[in-house]
C-alpha cells in the first residue's frame, strides 16, 4: 500500500479541517499525550457543562494521522459525557485491529486505511487517549 493510499482524500480533508482549530482559552480539563516512538503529540482541551463535554481545542505536532484523529475527537465528543469518552480509546483500538469492523462513531471510517499498518495504530488513537486522559 502506498502512502496515497494511507493518506486518502478523507484523511487530509479532517487534517486540514482541525488545523483551523486551536487551543481553547477556558478549559475545564486538559491533557497532552506523546508518542515516543516517533515523536508525535497532541494537547486536548475540554469544557465541560456538567458531565458532558460542551467543547474542545487541540493543538496536534504530530504527522496527519494524529491531526485527522484530533479533528474527529474536537468534531465527535461534543454533548457526550465521561463514562462513552472513557470507552473510546478501546473502541478505536479494536476498530484499527480488526479488518472488517465497522466504525464505531462518526469519522473514523476515513482511518480504515490505517488499519494494514500497524506501526501507524497509535498515531491515530492518540487524540482518543488524550480525551479520555483529561476526563478521567
Not at 494537547?43 to 458532558?52: H, S
Not at 500497524?118 to 491515530?124: A, G, K
Request: charged residues 25%; negative net charge; aromatic residues 6%.
Amino acid at each position: 500500500m502506498t502512502a496515497d493510499a494511507l493518506y486518502g482524500d478523507a484523511l487530509r480533508a479532517l487534517a486540514e479541517a482541525g488545523r483551523a482549530s486551536g487551543r481553547l482559552a477556558a478549559a475545564d480539563a486538559t491533557a497532552t499525550v506523546d508518542n515516543p516512538l516517533c515523536g508525535d503529540r497532541v494537547t486536548l482541551d475540554v469544557a465541560l457543562d456538567g458531565d458532558r463535554i460542551a467543547a474542545v481545542g487541540h493543538e496536534v505536532k504530530g504527522c496527519l494521522l494524529c491531526e485527522a484523529a484530533a479533528a474527529v475527537v474536537a468534531a465527535e465528543a461534543c454533548g457526550h459525557g465521561r463514562a462513552e469518552i472513557a470507552a473510546w480509546p478501546a473502541q478505536v483500538k479494536a476498530y484499527l485491529k480488526a479488518t472488517d469492523a465497522p466504525a464505531p462513531f462518526d469519522g473514523l471510517d476515513a482511518f480504515a486505511p490505517a488499519r494494514r499498518f500497524r506501526s501507524r495504530h497509535r498515531c491515530v488513537s492518540l487524540a482518543f487517549e488524550a480525551l479520555a486522559r483529561a476526563l478521567a
